[in-house]
Nanobody, 128 residues
Framework: QVQLVESGGGSVQSGGSLRLSCAAS????????MGWFRQAPGKEREGVAS???????EYADSVKGRFTIFQDNATSTLYLQMNSLKPEDTAMYYC??????????????????????WGQGTQVIVSS
């Protein structure tokens, strides 16, 4: 059974940085579409960044130039490096995987409905 476990969230001041991690287990050495999503109170879940089996990446406009998604295939860990954080980045952050796809590039890869396997989330709070 595939499991995703996020970590690395916390509280930081505006302009600061955090690195989120998502440890994946249960699917061997195969590579799939994976993504980071976030949900702020009272808002819908939105896509932040995605990466496919060939490490092609997609970013939401709101985080381009500030966030970087990358993965360590040796440890099956997905990361989200977040720099220049803003108060509007405050949200619960989730990683997700879609085990039927290895190819995912394009804005559609940021749609939550694409992904069926989700972690429990890690909270990020950015204060001004």
């Amino acid at each position: 059974q595939v499991q995703l476990v996020e970590s690395g969230g916390g509280s930081v001041q505006s302009g600061g940085s955090l690195r989120l991690s998502c440890a994946a287990s249960g699917y061997g050495s195969s590579r799939y579409c994976m993504g980071w999503f976030r949900q702020a109170p009272g808002k819908e879940r939105e896509g932040v960044a995605s990466i496919d089996a060939w490490s092609r990446k997609e970013y939401a406009d709101s985080v381009k130039g500030r966030f970087t998604i990358f993965q360590d295939n040796a440890t099956s860990t997905l990361y989200l490096q977040m720099n220049s954080l803003k108060p509007e980045d405050t949200a619960m952050y989730y990683c997700a995987a879609e085990l039927t796809r290895s190819y995912c590039i394009g804005p559609w890869s940021l749609a939550p409905d694409v992904y069926k396997t989700w972690g429990q989330g890690t909270q990020v709070i950015v204060s001004s």
